[in-house]
């Protein structure tokens, strides 16, 4: 890697797993955080905005623009997603409110003016519905050209849903705007890397290495179980890890009550990681498209791996990851991160 950090834009709705995405950025020295665009999804807007201020103030992190999404997706009523995220969008965390404020444009045009300043070098990262990406490629068509590189979590290939028997969540909330996007690339000279649930769930959280997070982060704190008391606080005295594993319990039980263990698949971390390091994956260039009428299937992505639609590429599709490999990268970084600002005395905890 270059020792010169990449400018990366980030759209979210955080969001647990976002946030997770969020600590990944900003310990990730070869990362520029030169955005934050606030997008509706797994909770409504103006959580998400809130919880982005404050994870910025949480970390000390100045001088990153947060700009206010869409309240709602393109043509489709909006569905939220508390059941999995809390009520507030970071699980059982508590943070102070932010005393920063939101951008006097919307996300759309944050995306943008992020491309426009950094023609060519921009890294931009989708872990949300695509509602302000699909509006920001109205405003400025040339986007996909401006990019250097787009890494967006959604979509299921070849996969199940997690929303419906088919379709992923950020897609199913807005299949639309999906859509609108992928048509965008085609033909785009670098593809968007797209990582569906047939990938990030390969990316497992368990207790254990969550613990290992706090070991090297140098806090010390209880291995999380699923006969521990619902909502039981987090006892690290690391303001970061924390609020982490505050956030992570809560996703621990949804996942444990769904039936799939407890643990918790780390979607958008691996986008974010991917976006600085697409050796990370391994990826097969298809056209894909999004259902949007289907009774049962609306929200579905399908990849013509075959070539029966005659059409270009639209995207790079991931199919392989190493999950250790990820692991070691994510706990590494955020766990310096967290060690750094332990020393320095920050403390978003209310």
């Known amino acids: 890697m270059s020792g010169v950090p990449q400018p990366v834009f980030v759209d979210v709705d955080t969001g647990v797993d976002d946030a997770m995405a969020l600590a ?11 955005g934050i665009a606030s997008t509706a999804g797994n909770v409504a807007v103006h959580h998400v905005c809130r919880n982005n201020l404050a994870l910025l103030e949480l970390c000390g ?21 508390e059941d999995t995220h809390g009520p507030q969008g970071l699980g059982y965390a508590q943070l102070r409110p932010p005393a920063g404020a939101l951008t006097d444009h919307d996300a ?5 003016r992020a491309a426009r300043a ?33 890494v967006i979590m ?12 088919v379709a992923e969540w950020n897609t199913s909330v807005d299949p639309e705007s999906t859509a609108e996007v992928y048509a965008a690339f ?29 070991r090297e982060a140098g806090t010390s704190s209880a291995t999380m179980s699923a006969d521990d008391v619902r909502g039981t606080a987090s ?45 990370l994956v391994g990826c097969r260039a298809a056209a894909v498209d999004v259902e949007l009428t289907g009774t049962l299937t609306r929200g579905m992505t399908i990849a013509d791996w075959s070539g029966h639609w005659a059409r270009e590429p639209n995207a790079l599709i991931g199919v392989d990851v190493d999950p250790a490999a990820f692991f070691d990268r994510f706990i590494g970084r955020v766990a310096a991160f967290a060690r750094r600002l332990g020393h320095s005395g ?5």
């Not at 920050?346 to 209310?350: F, I, K, Q, T, Y």
């Open 24 to 34: 990944y950025l900003f310990g990730s020295p070869d990362a520029e955080l030169v």
């Open 61 to 81: 992190i100045t001088g990153v623009p947060v700009s206010k999404g869409s309240d709602v997706p393109l043509t489709a009523p909006l569905r939220t997603a």
């Open 108 to 112: 759309a045009e944050a995306w943008v």
């Open 118 to 150: 950094h023609p060519g070098e921009l890294v931009g990262i989708a872990t949300g519905p695509l509602t302000n990406l699909a509006l920001a490629l109205r405003a400025e068509p040339s986007l996909p050209r401006l990019l250097k590189r787009l």
């Open 154 to 165: 959604g979509g299921s290939f070849d996969y199940r849903g997690n929303t419906t028997p």
């Open 186 to 214: 085609a033909g785009a000279a670098s593809l968007p890397i797209v990582l569906g649930l047939n990938l990030t769930e390969d990316i497992a959280l368990t207790p254990a290495l969550l613990n290992r997070l706090a």
């Open 235 to 279: 006892g690290a005295s690391n303001p970061l890890i924390r609020v982490l594993e505050d956030a992570m319990r809560f996703y621990f039980e949804f996942h444990h009550d769904q039936g799939e263990g407890y643990l918790a698949h780390l979607h958008d971390p691996l986008a974010a990681a991917v976006a600085l390091d697409p050796g």
């Open 346 to 350: 920050h403390s978003g905890h209310s």
